[in-house]
């Protein structure tokens, strides 16, 4: 097979793939892994398909708010195989504010878990930024519950199927009560997330990489070595706090997070708009 050649059948995989993890959204049938069609540890073709999936959304008129970090939690970086995070893009219409409404119908397989939004008030496009940068640049700080999702048929992922699936992202929820950076001690930020009244998951700031911060330096190197920097008014979740936790049932999930605020996921019956 000539050089052409294989790029053009990689480029069908990836064109394939995406098409694939579009079509489980559309329809709201979980899909087969993708890995069959781009491998299952292959990282670099892995974000090819996610861009290849945004570009469709972007397309069809979504715009990008933002970004999140996932797998910041040693435990679930052994389970995957990897040593490192991962990121996806967040879009406008997965955002929604402290106890919107948000209708199940519009996931197929939720998780939720509790994290830190950072909020930018400067563009970090400078050469690796550091923790100084993120300081910086950071306007303020939210508690904030991530809706996980993933298109693919029992959570049967490896690295490279989440990365293809956007990260695994569903929507997110943010607090409205803003906190200074230089206000809160974000690696001993205790967590609690509740439902039905009772603590489902516990966790602290530090179980993101040590601290939030920390996985938001990461991801602005990680997006400037592709030359997307993080930009002013975007939004960062940072990475779970404490285990993630199923929904499988209309409810509430209230978050809280010392010295950052709290923040209530909804989930409702309804249809999506």
């Not at 050649?5 to 694939?20: D, K, L, T, W, Y």
């Not at 504010?97 to 950072?118: T, W």
Request: proline share 7%.
């Amino acid at each position: 097979m000539t050089a052409p050649e294989a790029a053009s059948g990689a480029a069908e995989r990836i064109e394939a793939a995406a098409r694939r993890l579009l079509d489980a959204a559309a329809t709201g049938t979980p899909c087969a892994p993708v890995r069959d069609l781009i491998g299952a540890t292959d990282q670099e073709r892995a974000y090819q398909v996610q861009a290849a999936v945004n570009a469709y959304r972007t397309a069809g008129g979504q715009r990008v708010v933002g970004h999140k970090i996932g797998l910041t939690s040693p435990a679930v970086q052994a389970q995957l195989g990897v040593g490192s995070p991962d990121f996806g893009t967040l879009f406008g219409d997965m955002a929604y504010a402290d106890r919107e409404p948000m209708p199940l119908s519009r996931f197929l397989q939720p998780r939720v878990e509790a994290e830190i939004a950072f909020v930018l008030g400067r563009d970090l496009d400078v050469p690796s930024p550091t923790v100084a940068d993120v300081v910086r640049a950071t306007d303020h700080v939210l508690a904030a519950v991530e809706v996980v999702d993933s298109r693919i048929a029992g959570w049967d992922i490896t690295i490279a199927d989440t990365i293809a699936d956007n990260a695994s992202s569903g929507a997110f929820v943010l607090g409205t009560a803003p906190k200074r950076l230089a206000d809160v001690d974000l690696p001993g930020a205790g967590m609690v997330l509740e439902h039905r009244g009772e603590p489902v998951s516990v966790g602290a700031g530090v179980a993101c990489l040590g601290s939030p911060v920390a996985a938001v330096v990461w991801l602005a190197r990680a997006l400037g070595r592709l030359g997307t920097p993080l930009r002013a008014g975007e939004v960062v979740l940072s990475g779970a706090l404490g285990p993630v936790v199923a929904v499988t049932a209309p409810g509430a999930f209230r978050a809280r997070i010392s010295g950052v605020g709290e923040v209530t996921a909804v989930f409702d019956e309804g249809s999506p708009a």
